[in-house]
């Protein structure tokens, strides 16, 4: 049966058994080149192949002989799976009791996940009969494949192995396993993904003939609650030996470090954590061009040019806009890693995926502009958040002022950003905050630059009369992000959970003019205090946004695109035809403004028409768990992610996070005629 990008079919290898006798039976895969199906442990993305039988009484089936995988890796991520044509081989055992002369039916139900860069899901029902006769009589279609896939059973061992915990690391020592040789082309596979981390470990024998695996704890460790089977691949091709180990369930209490021996010590590299900490540096400087901060930056170039000529007060404004600015970036990355480590499919600018945080920006704008605008004048006060926490002149403003930036500019994934975010995301908590603290110094740097630079200073104009006026000015900033902001909700929960999201607004702003209003009066605070409540307990009351499925993504008949689905791209591609894929979120001033300025351009619509381009949008403001695993699988952990898939079978392209007319018909056209240029991966 021929699906996605591979070919199913239930075989067996007898054609004839007797009853009462065991013969073999498997799952036959024929992969597309390039494209893989999982092992029992998929590595750090997939799902390993399933099968559910359905026998006549009597017959029995074992589990699955996993044969030994290979790795397949992907940018930061690594996984264990087959390529090519091979078969998972089942043993099924015949009662008794058959009959010879008859036929016995077998049916399973298998269900795989089939990836190459993007990754298709698929099940199928599959059938054949096995004879029952006096002597078993082998199908020679299927000898070399049983074959191939006995050979790649690991060989059970009975190597002596323990292993210890060293503050982040694994370390397992192996004894009489002296039969390994090669260490530069060892492999290995454990059955468990939570305790050792799939890439960067290494192997290396002692003086005494120790065998040590050093790496880095599972993402997601947990302590073993039974034995783990560890597979070892040593070698390539026809001349690779599989051996299998146990390592017992308790760690042991230590394990000597020991010293390496003139045998070539073998390490899986890593990514560069240095390119991706350089990719969030740059990719923070870069999130100040964009919509979503620039209102924030205003104010903070206001308050830089009130303090232009006192350096020290400028220098303690600037530490502290980047305090703020870590402090939320911090906190947003440490929430995303705890989520992400409970299993929870989430990525960069989760925050906006959830309506009160977007309600309660709206708000927080709304004040604001209020407060540029001079309709609140509340000084120092606890309420004053909207003109002292972020719009004055005091320290606590420029700490605030930094924070709000980076919770705004979370939407938005500036060039460079993708990458880094993404390889964060799949390493050690360590490596990752490494990452993240790397991008709020990139976005905080040119405020702090301007502070400390006293050259610089004398370009900022002096304050005067002018300042109040343009302070003003910044107040429609601000409503413009306030409606941006109620749009997304409107997205998220519809019309009523925009009304809420004014009603709460309005009590927020009844609230504090009854606070400005009612000096003294213990009468009006305290109205003034029911009313803020009654604003929060409205916007913490909305309703969660449903994720998305494949049912809910439906397009506007008007458009020129589909909704994207794994399913969708998957039978686009078994067709031939270019596709053009947009994943995009309505919370995302990047993705509008490529939508804006480029995808909908009257030129990419004539291209996407005339050159027969499939247009593919995935919408992730709502949490879309295939979305972010799609994301995932191009190392990216946000939006926009723009990808073409070119005609025929080729690689697919990944364009750039900011987009022209002429980049899209571009590629296209390559699309269109996929051995005219080379392809770049991601």
């Not at 099968?51 to 030994?68: F, K, N, R």
């Not at 930056?297 to 206001?302: H, N, R, V």
């Not at 913490?540 to 399913?567: I, N, Y």
Request: proline letters at 7%; hydrophobic letters at 50%; glycine letters at 8%.
């Amino acid at each position: 049966m021929r699906r996605d990008h591979v070919t199913v079919e239930l075989v067996t290898l007898e054609k004839v058994a007797q009853p009462g006798a065991t013969f073999n039976a498997g799952l036959r895969l024929a992969h597309d080149p390039e494209w893989h199906t999982y092992w029992v442990n998929p590595g750090d993305s997939g799902l390993q192949t399933k099968l559910h039988w359905t026998l006549p009484e009597g017959v029995s089936a074992s589990d699955i002989a996993w044969p030994a995988p290979h790795r397949i890796d992907l940018g930061p991520i690594t996984n264990f799976g087959y390529e090519g044509e091979m078969v998972l081989p089942v043993q099924l055992t015949l009662p008794s009791t058959a009959k010879p002369g008859t036929q016995v039916p077998l049916q399973v139900k298998a269900s795989w996940l089939i990836c190459k860069e993007e990754c298709i899901p698929g099940d199928a029902t599959l059938n054949t009969d096995v004879s029952v006769g006096s002597a078993p009589v082998i199908d020679s279609r299927w000898q070399a494949l049983f074959n191939a896939a006995q050979q790649a059973q690991p060989m059970a061992t009975t190597w002596k192995a323990q292993w210890a915990e060293r503050g982040d690391d694994i370390v397992m020592s192996i004894d009489d396993a002296g039969v390994i040789a090669d260490l530069k082309n060892i492999q290995m596979f454990p059955q468990s993904p939570t305790l050792i981390a799939h890439a960067g470990y290494k192997i290396e024998r002692s003086s005494s003939g120790t065998l040590s695996i050093v790496g880095k704890k599972s993402d997601n460790f947990e302590t073993p609650d039974a034995d783990i089977p560890i597979v070892l691949a040593e070698g390539r091709g026809s001349g690779r030996h599989v051996f299998q180990f146990q390592l017992p369930q308790a760690a042991s209490a230590a394990i000597p470090v020991s010293q390496p021996s003139a045998a070539a010590t073998h390490v899986v590299p890593q990514q560069s954590v240095a390119l991706a900490f350089v990719l969030a540096l740059v990719g923070g400087m870069l999130l100040n061009l964009m919509p979503c901060v620039l209102p924030v930056l205003s104010l903070k170039a206001l308050a830089l040019a009130e303090h232009s000529h006192d350096r020290a007060q400028a220098r303690r404004h600037g530490i502290l806009y980047f305090a703020g600015t870590l402090t939320c970036f911090v906190a947003l990355a440490a929430v995303l890693l705890v989520l992400r480590a409970a299993g929870e499919a989430l990525g960069w600018g989760f925050q906006l995926q959830v309506p009160w945080v977007v309600a309660t920006l709206a708000m927080l704008m709304t004040v604001m502009g209020l407060s540029l605008s001079g309709v609140f004048e509340l000084g120092s006060s606890w309420m004053g958040f909207g003109q002292s926490f972020t719009e004055g002149s005091s320290g606590r403003s420029a700490f605030f002022s930094g924070a709000l930036a980076a919770i705004v500019a979370s939407p938005c994934t500036a060039p460079f950003m993708g990458p880094a975010l993404g390889f964060a995301i799949t390493q050690p908590v360590p490596v990752a905050l490494g990452v993240f603290i790397a991008l709020a110094t990139g976005l905080a740097l040119p405020i702090v630059v301007l502070s400390f630079a006293p050259m610089l200073g004398r370009w900022l104009p002096r304050p005067g009369a002018w300042m109040e006026r343009f302070k003003q000015v910044l107040a429609y900033p601000m409503y413009l992000t306030a409606i941006w902001l109620l749009w997304v909700l409107g997205r998220q929960l519809g019309a009523d959970g925009m009304a809420l999201t004014l009603l709460a607004v309005t009590a927020l702003v009844f609230g504090l003019w009854l606070w400005q209003t009612s000096t003294g009066r213990w009468f009006g605070k305290t109205a003034a205090a029911i009313s803020v409540a009654v604003a929060a307990v409205v916007v913490f009351s909305l309703p969660h946004a449903p994720e998305a499925t494949a049912a809910a993504r439906v397009a506007d008949a008007s458009q020129t695109w589909r909704p994207w689905s794994a399913k969708a791209l998957g039978e686009l591609r078994a067709q031939g035809k270019p596709v053009l894929v947009n994943m995009t979120a309505a919370w995302c001033i990047t993705c509008l403004a490529n939508e804006r300025v480029a995808l909908s351009s009257s030129a990419v619509q004539n291209s996407i028409k005339s050159l027969g381009v499939a247009y593919l949008k995935g919408d992730w403001t709502n949490r879309d768990t295939e979305i972010t695993e799609y994301l995932a699988h191009f190392g990216r952990n946000g939006v926009p992610l723009y990808v073409v898939y070119p005609d025929g079978e080729g690689e697919p392209e990944v364009l750039p996070q900011l987009l022209t007319p002429d980049i899209v018909q571009t590629a296209l056209e390559r699309a269109a005629k996929p051995d005219s240029v080379a392809h770049s991966l991601p």
